[in-house]
């Protein structure tokens, strides 16, 4: 309760009212200090957890430095080169052995890739539609079948339904022109492990089969198919021929036909070069070729068949003298080109980028299969890389690849830990400074103990370190000098005189920091302190404890204080009333007295 005087002196002189927020604001000011204490005390411990998490960062990058420190390949820098390293390359890791390895690479890896073609005769791409009745897709030799495929199944609706099966395909249509679509299907993954293949297309008519084979029969009776020739077709192939027998003195009227004998014939530009009685006719794509003799010429029709690719060339002669050795001069340079026929209606065409492959390579006299092109576990710390696209029909890539000793790091090692220590140390002389009468003390000056493995840490670091299992050092004698701080410094002179005396090779002999035995060492201490459910952990979490336990005793105490507060508010309110109702009865009362008097006075 408020005194009588300061109820008085909160009291207005004009109204004789009593200010009700401004005494019960008053009051509460004294109600409202425990609970100032215990958001000073929340306040507090957060900082202490914020302050653990801080340290607990500091000691994991000291930590990582130390691992370092202690790791042997840390001294066993090593370099690589690649003789021909547009082709293959290599990268050595720490630890990879000195010397040469001979590579030699045949094949390298590929992901399917199967280009589907057709016509957009209604000039939207969008309502284009295939028959995908049992549709399926074989993708590592997972088959999936496309349930919902019928006969007018929207291009769109199967490239999504492929693109949603997993993540080692993909689907994507191409406008090709106003006309035409390609619909494209890829592999994510490499290596025959993840080949893909597809059937059931267009009434079951195209057929990849994932090996690098498959067909296509046309409404027109044209079959397409592709294989090791490349793609090929059996009738109403385009040619242009450009057979230009601009020289010639004995012959004319080239013609070139195409699929004789029922042979299947393969597009792309076909070279002809010539000896002195055959002509050579070679694929630009597959790069396959056929020789034949020329033959003795005749006046009138000539022909020149190769069967294998069924190409056929006809021309005329007029003059039979030395006719064959000019014909084979007229044709050498000369080229057939032989383009795929236009796709109408609602055929398909079918076309394959690439077959899954493997790797194929040889290292120093040894064959391994990798479905890979980034190839690690070939040669212990060391990367291969191939490059590019080489495959068993074309000259091998090779390559020499060369280890050598690397940059000795020693140097950046020890002072890579010197400064991850003293990062830890002038955090930790942050964090307990004493205050001074003119200074803040640190967040944990009082809470020193919660810090104490640090100076365990000093104490393992002062020890030195261990190396060869048997021999024991002082970091100061490496150029990591202790200070009086309890800070480190690095002595670049110490530090060269100790590489002087062979410390890169003592180094890689293997070193343990602050080394007590086999379960007692620095690393095992920082491995404690850090570990789930570790030191600093078992500190935070008693930390978030105690302030869910202040949270709810400030929750407690601020429902009792509100209760207070309305309780005082109520009283000194009916105070005010009463005050209000007594000093209008004293001014009725006075009135009353002073008309009485005027009366009496007026007799």
């Known amino acids: 309760m408020a005194s009588a005087s300061s109820i008085s002196s909160a009291a207005g002189t004009s109204s004789n009212s009593i200010d009700v ?82 590579i030699k690479v045949s094949q390298s890896a590929l992901q ?18 295939v028959n995908a009745t049992g549709f399926n897709i074989t993708i590592g030799g997972v088959i999936s079948n496309y349930t919902a495929g019928t006969s007018t199944t929207k291009l769109q609706d199967l490239s999504a339904w492929i693109n949603s099966l997993n993540s080692s395909v993909t689907a994507n249509i191409v406008a090709v022109n106003e006309t035409s679509w390609n619909l494209s299907i890829q592999g994510k993954k490499s290596g025959t492990s993840n080949a893909i293949s597809i059937a059931n297309l267009n009434q079951g008519n195209v057929v990849d089969n994932g090996n690098g084979t498959g067909s296509t029969l046309w409404s027109n009776g044209i079959t397409e198919t592709f294989d090791s020739n490349g793609v090929r077709y059996s009738s109403g192939i385009t040619q242009v021929n450009n057979l230009g027998f601009s020289t010639a003195l004995n012959s004319s009227s080239t013609a070139v036909q195409l699929s004789q004998g029922g042979v299947l014939t393969p597009v792309g530009d076909y070279t002809l070069s010539g ?57 050498t340079g000369k080229t057939i080109q032989v383009k795929a026929p236009n796709v109408t209606g609602s055929d398909i065409s079918l076309s394959l980028g690439s077959v899954a492959k493997n790797a194929l390579l040889n290292v120093n006299g040894i064959e391994y299969t990798r479905n890979t092109n980034s190839i690690n576990d070939i040669i212990p710390n060391i990367s291969l890389s191939i490059l590019g696209n080489v495959q068993s029909s074309q000259a091998p890539y090779k390559s020499i690849i060369t280890v050598t000793k690397g940059e000795d790091r020693t140097a950046s090692t020890i002072q890579g830990l010197v400064s991850a220590y003293n990062e830890v140390i002038n955090l930790y002389k942050t964090l307990t400074k004493n205050p001074t009468t003119t200074e803040k003390g640190g967040d944990l000056a009082s809470k020193k103990s919660l810090l104490s493995y640090i100076d365990t840490f000093k104490v393992r670091m002062s020890q030195g370190f261990q190396y060869g299992g048997t021999t024991n050092i002082s970091f100061s004698e490496v150029g990591f000098s202790l200070q009086v701080d309890g800070t480190a410094k690095f002595d670049s002179v110490k530090q060269a005189s100790a590489m002087a005396n062979g410390l890169q090779e003592k180094l890689a002999s293997g070193a343990i920091v602050g080394y007590i035995s086999n379960s007692d060492t620095l690393k095992i201490t920082i491995r404690d302190v850090l570990k789930v459910n570790g ?19 400030t929750a407690n105490l601020q429902a009792r204080l509100e209760r207070i507060q309305r309780n005082y508010t109520t009283q000194y309110s009916q105070l005010n009333t009463l005050l209000f109702n007594l000093n209008n009865a004293s001014n009725a009362l006075t009135s009353s007295l002073t008309a009485l008097t005027n009366m009496n006075a007026s007799k």
Do not use: H, R, W
């Open 112 to 129: 399917t890739k199967i280009n589907i073609g057709g016509t957009n005769s209604v000039g939207n791409l969008s309502a284009v539609t």
């Open 535 to 553: 030191t600093i952990d078992t500190q935070i979490t008693g930390k978030k404890k105690e302030l869910e336990l202040i949270g709810k005793s």
């Open 21 to 102: 927020a401004s005494v019960v604001s008053t009051i509460m000011a004294i109600e409202n200090k425990p609970l100032e204490v215990l958001k000073a005390k929340t306040q507090d411990t957060n900082l202490v957890i914020s302050d653990l998490a801080s340290v607990k960062s500091k000691i994991e990058a000291f930590q990582t430095a130390l691992l370092t420190f202690e790791n042997i390949n840390s001294y066993n820098n090593v370099a690589s080169t690649s003789s021909n390293p547009s082709q293959i390359s290599a990268i050595a890791t720490n630890g990879a052995a000195q010397g040469t390895y001979d």
């Open 275 to 331: 000896s002195t009685n055959s002509i050579t006719i070679t694929n630009g794509v597959t790069g396959k070729s056929q020789t034949i003799v020329v033959p003795q010429q005749v006046i009138g029709t000539n022909a020149l068949n190769f069967s294998a690719f069924g190409l056929q060339v006809n021309y005329q002669t007029s003059n039979q003298a030395d006719s064959a050795e000019k014909i084979i001069a007229d044709l």
